[in-house]
């Protein structure tokens, strides 16, 4: 990749980062969870692992990335996006087999799987009964199709005014969506708009991240700095914290913008080589475990995982398990991808 932009092992990085964050939010995403372990710090009667995930919205970080590299391979003349969508869907098909299968047998046949329309719905991605984590597979994909579309409209403007634009046509639909939900609720299609145009600007985002800020020169900047990654460090921590005082009183209106100061910090600090091989490794199986870790967590395996007791256990047997399992599914994956495309 052109040395102004992200190194793929940078943003594989960010992916295994993004990764840690969603297994973590998931397992305890709500005083229910956290009440399957054994958390030994809290906030006044608060346990501190559930004032944490407020800090940890993946999808936001992974949209971002998307919008990064979208856009990047937009601008090097590669706008096809039909095979990365025809990738994604038969990774997703694989899962969604396996799982099922062995849903049948563990909680029986009335969810695994369930009607025939059920289980259409769920291979095209239009209702996610069988594993609702994997909710933003259908915007993701209409995003990247649209993608071209999006980046060629944009590139005609001030990226200010398409900001501005973004950002207005986000707040809009974040309120509505407020005043709104029992509508969404009812009517799948709204449903699917408001996640679309909910997605779209941290995907915009990304985009004019990519195009107007310069890794290198940035890079270069801190190359001297003697503290810089102090400095660095400190200002991830001032993001993960401050996201946190934000989230839990004003929602979540501002994580695209958290998104996109923790990738810039991330990206620019200086890691430890056995750290980024960690995330890097985490970052390429990302896929895999997005779309299997909470079969473990919620719906099939839910006593085992939590029988651990305590939450950093939880999430350490969770990560491995997800990823032991990821690797096999990259691995069948990969022979099935190389025999249909």
Known sequence: MNEHFF???????????????????????????????????????EPLIHYMIFAMNPV???????????????????RNNIKRILKLYIHYWITLVIFVCIG???????????????????FIGWKNSYNHETWFLLPYVLLTLSSTKIFTICDKFNPIKVFLFSFGLYIVVRFSSRYSSGLIESYQLVKWVDAYLTLLFPFILGMLLSKYWDFSVFKERLLFKINKNYVLTYALMILFVGIILVRYKYQSIFYPF????????????HRYSWVDKILMELGKRSTSIWLIHTYFCYYLFQNFIYSFKYPVIIFVVLMVISWVCGILIDKLNYIIQKQLI
């Open 7 to 45: 190194s793929k092992d940078n943003t594989s990085a960010l992916k295994g980062v993004a990764i840690l964050f969603m297994v973590f939010a998931h397992l305890f995403n709500n005083m229910e969870l956290c009440g399957f372990s054994h958390p030994l710090l809290y906030i006044e009667d």
């Open 60 to 78: 936001d970080f992974f949209i971002v990335l998307s919008g990064y590299g979208l856009y990047y391979t937009y601008s090097q003349g590669k």
């Open 104 to 122: 049948f047998f563990v909680v029986g046949s009335k969810k695994y799987p369930g009607s025939f329309l059920d289980l259409i719905y769920n």
């Open 258 to 269: 958290y998104a996109v100061l923790f990738i810039m910090c991330f990206s620019l600090l």
